[in-house]
């Protein structure tokens, strides 16, 4: 089979990826060995079905090969689809795995005294400007948004800003660097998502593995 | 000393750091134990200097923040700050380390038949849009760009585009990937960089920092 007319499984990088795999093999596909050996350099994997080969990329990186259809499945966290909020991408199955949250965090100091209620204006360090100004936008307050890729929780104490916007598990390291979730934006996990008009043009394929991620998760919760 | 009136040094990290930490000890920095400590989480650092702090953020957030002027002196490669972009960001020295370049790089078989000086639109996978979309335009070409943060070399293969603009250092990732070098967009390597209110506001710190980097190129090429 070629390349091109091959379908493309997209998975994140990372720590999620082993949250992921077991899914993934118990929707039937098993990855050939270079996928689990560190020292490869390899980006492209194929699988135990002739017709799949994965693509291991970061998480932002799933959605936009997704969206552009160079990928055709994939497993994203909905802070990253609701960051992009592409049209082309539909999300069926929520897999049940990355639980965390977006919030808004400021320093425990100011927030004694502060009621989120009454801001106007903020300006917000964070990975998300979108999800950040969309959600702020709709109560009528206009965030200015400075783009960090990491280690938000330093901007406060910097004086880069008052507030961030940030994943947030368990709040330890909010808490390190004295700050206070304020409000939560939305609850993450992890979904599988797909691209739209592959899901038209190759309906019955597309189905099929839509279907036995379905039926992983079913066993997983029985 | 207060944490605020402090100067805050921006180390980027990752690779590049194992070269930037001879030249900011050659400096007389000297960070607290912690820094070296994989097990860390710390963010800011204390040094042998009380006015003189660091902190360790990833390269394109360095930027971030000696721009917003949360940090006043920082290190970065001038990938980064071309595609940055700040007027309130100065550079005044050359390290000499991190040499690599960005390059416009396209598949091998493509590259057979085509001639860069005829583009007219191309569409291209970076991590650099900015830098990019310049460049084309300087020659009346319209660059349509895909923000990936990795993994570029994927996507001529993917199907997601026929270019990409990437660091390239040695080449052999390009090569392992099926892609071709066509142009050189500029050299790359990694800066000593400035926030320009504090070298106003702050002239004699600032303009003694700037000297101790200097001092210790001049001592590492003598």
């Known amino acids: ?91 069926p199955l929520d897999l049940g795995i990355g639980y965390c949250r977006i919030s808004v965090a400021e320093p425990k100091e100011a927030s004694e005294n502060d009621d989120p209620t009454r801001w106007s204006h903020v300006r917000i360090a964070t990975k998300y400007p979108n999800i950040t100004q969309r959600y702020f936008a709709e109560r009528g307050v206009q965030a200015e948004c400075i783009k960090l890729n990491g280690a938000m929780e330093l901007a406060p104490r910097m004086g880069l800003c008052q507030r961030i916007v940030d994943l947030v598990s368990s709040g330890a390291t909010l808490k390190a660097n004295g700050l206070v979730e304020m409000e939560t934006i939305c609850e993450i996990t992890s979904r599988l998502a797909v691209n739209r008009t592959a899901l038209k043009t190759r309906s019955d394929e597309m189905t099929n593995w839509i279907e036995k991620f379905r039926e992983a998760l079913d066993a997983k919760a029985a």
């Open 1 to 91: 089979m070629s390349e091109k007319s091959k379908l493309v499984l997209a998975l994140p990088k990372g720590r999620i990826l082993e949250e992921v795999m077991p899914i993934v093999r118990a929707a039937g596909i098993e990855p050939e060995a270079a996928f689990d050996d560190p020292k490869s350099r390899a980006l492209r994997f194929s699988t135990n079905h002739p017709e799949l080969d994965i693509i291991r990329v970061r998480s932002f990186d799933v959605a936009t090969f997704i969206a552009f259809g160079a990928a055709h499945i994939g497993v994203a966290g909905n802070d990253v689809l609701l960051e992009f909020d592409s049209t082309e991408i539909y999300a």
